[in-house]
C-alpha cells in the first residue's frame, strides 16, 4: 500500500540539453521534507528541476508500505535564469539556494544518475558517515539509542558508556539502521554513546 505517492521526479525532458549559459544548474537547499513541495510549486512557473526518488518499503504490523524519498534529502536540483532563481527564493520553501561552480561535473553525474534509474537501477541512499558525527540507531532492539560515529566500517559497533561507573559494554549492528542527527548538549550524569 502507498504510504507516500510517487510524484514528477524531472519536470522537462529535455533538461540535459538546456544551454548552460541562459539555464544554468542551481541547487535549492530546502527547508526538512519540503523536496517535493518545491517541485510542485516550480512545476507551473515552467522552471526545470530534477528531484531524484527512491523507492522505500516497510512493514508496520501486517502491512506492507512503499513510500517514495528524495534520494537527497533537502536539495532539488533546477536549471534557470537568475530570476528564475528569484522566483525559487520567493517559495517560501528554501533555507537557500547553492551556486554549482563546475556546472560540466554536476550536468554529468545527475545525467548519469538518471540514466541509472532509467535501466531499472535500485538506488539506494548511503549517508557517509564520519569520526563525530551524531547518530541515532532507527530499527532493531536498539531503536531511539543515540551514539557518535568513532570510525566507519561495513558494520559499526555501539558502544555505551556509564560515565559514574567508568565500564563501556558494546553490540555490534548494521549501518543501514543509522541516522544521522544533530548533536545536542549532553546533560550531567546522562549515559554516554559512541559508534565504534
Known amino acids: 500500500m502507498p504510504l507516500l505517492k510517487r510524484e514528477v521526479e524531472m ?20 527547508r526538512s521534507r519540503q523536496e517535493k513541495a518545491l517541485a510542485r510549486y516550480l512545476f507551473p512557473l515552467e522552471i526545470p528541476f530534477y528531484v531524484p526518488q527512491s523507492e522505500k518499503h516497510s512493514r508496520r504490523g501486517t502491512r506492507d508500505r512503499v513510500s517514495y524519498l528524495p534520494l537527497f534529502p533537502g536539495y532539488v536540483f533546477f536549471r534557470g535564469s537568475v ?54 540507531i532507527t530499527e532493531g532492539p536498539f531503536t531511539g539509542y543515540s551514539g557518535v560515529v568513532i570510525r566507519g566500517q561495513a558494520r559499526l559497533r555501539l558502544m555505551v558508556s556509564i560515565t559514574m561507573l567508568r565500564k563501556t559494554v558494546a553490540v555490534e549492528f548494521d549501518r543501514a539502521v543509522l541516522r544521522a542527527v544533530r548533536s545536542t548538549p549532553r546533560t550531567q550524569g546522562e549515559a554516554r554513546t559512541a559508534v565504534a
Do not use: C, K, M, Y
Not at 11 to 30: C, M, Q, Y
Open 83 to 136: 530570476a528564475d532563481r528569484v522566483a525559487v527564493l520567493r517559495s517560501g520553501l528554501l533555507v537557500g539556494v547553492l551556486d554549482v561552480p563546475d556546472q560540466g561535473l554536476l550536468q554529468r553525474e545527475l545525467r548519469e544518475l538518471r540514466q541509472l534509474q532509467e535501466s531499472g537501477a535500485i538506488l539506494v541512499p548511503h549517508h557517509e558517515f564520519h569520526p563525530g558525527d551524531p547518530v541515532r
Open 11 to 30: 519536470s522537462h525532458s529535455d533538461i540535459f540539453e538546456l544551454p548552460a549559459g541562459e539555464r544554468p544548474w542551481w541547487v535549492a537547499h530546502t
